[in-house]
């Protein structure tokens, strides 16, 4: 499930910050649902700290230790008042109900196996409220890209970052596509200009295509109310980048 991936938890916020279109986002979801919220893969708490910010009570339910503990010391350096639980999102119980479940920034897609995917639909199922939503994003394979996937390593700039130790810092990926499982194969290498490779991680994605989330999710007892193709909530297209499903249980 890519935990060695997540196992320094301020590494991948100088690698993915920002998101202020998605945080909107579901922050605007929040204040529509109103109540209480969950998200599942919660990682440092991008989008449930501000949620929490808004007023609305928040759990996060994460994996990977290190990245509950950064989420804990944000939430706790912004005086937000977060809880924080540290699971797998195959298979949990929290032992109450929330408003709005969410599962934001691919998180889903480390759920390698579509039975892992509707044993986590199932779970979450249980832990939603009369008149509660899931609300999740995941990206829109393009198999153009998935068949360049080649093994060659290539420089991503549009990654690069600035290290406050180790100054600017490059990363550098290299991706096979196995077409039978759905899943990327990737070896992510960040580099310093004096130092080579000082981090070198594996990450595995799995694929989930247009026709297929809507079967997952109904094999998990829920069903797609509303389907958008970015975060202004444009239609989705075939040549839309992102699936942003909001569900309902059936």
């Known amino acids: 499930m890519g935990e060695q991936f997540y196992s320094d938890a301020r ?11 998605a945080v909107d986002f579901y922050r605007a979801e929040a204040d529509r649902q109103g109540g209480s919220v969950l998200e599942l893969g919660s990682g440092t708490g991008n989008k449930l700290i501000p949620i929490a910010s808004d007023g609305h009570p928040c759990t996060g339910l994460e994996l990977s230790p290190d990245m509950v503990a950064e989420a804990r010391r944000k939430a706790d350096e912004r005086g937000v008042d977060v809880e924080w639980a540290q699971g797998d999102m195959r298979r949990f119980d929290l032992g109450r109900t929330f ?12 759920l390698h196996e ?11 199922r249980r832990h939603m409220a009369p008149g509660a939503r899931l609300v999740l994003d995941v990206f829109n394979p393009s198999v153009r890209m998935l068949a360049q996937a080649d093994g060659v390593r290539r420089r991503r700039d549009a990654l690069s970052f600035v290290d406050p130790d180790r100054g600017a810092v490059h990363v550098d990926v290299a991706e096979t596509y196995d077409a039978t499982a759905q899943v990327t194969h990737g070896t992510w290498y960040f580099s310093s200009d004096s130092e080579t490779d000082f981090v070198v991680l594996p990450l595995e994605i799995r694929s989930i295509f247009p026709q297929e989330l809507p079967l997952l999710v109904s094999l998990g007892g829920l069903r797609i109310v509303e389907r958008y193709g970015d975060w202004t909530r444009a239609p989705f297209t075939a040549g839309a980048a992102l699936q942003l499903a909001v569900c309902e249980p059936v």
Do not use: T
């Open 99 to 110: 408003d709005l479940v969410m599962i934001a920034a691919n998180s889903l897609l480390h």
């Open 11 to 21: 590494l991948y916020d100088r690698l993915f910050p920002g998101g202020e279109q």
């Open 114 to 124: 579509a039975d892992d995917v509707v044993d986590c639909f199932r779970s979450l």
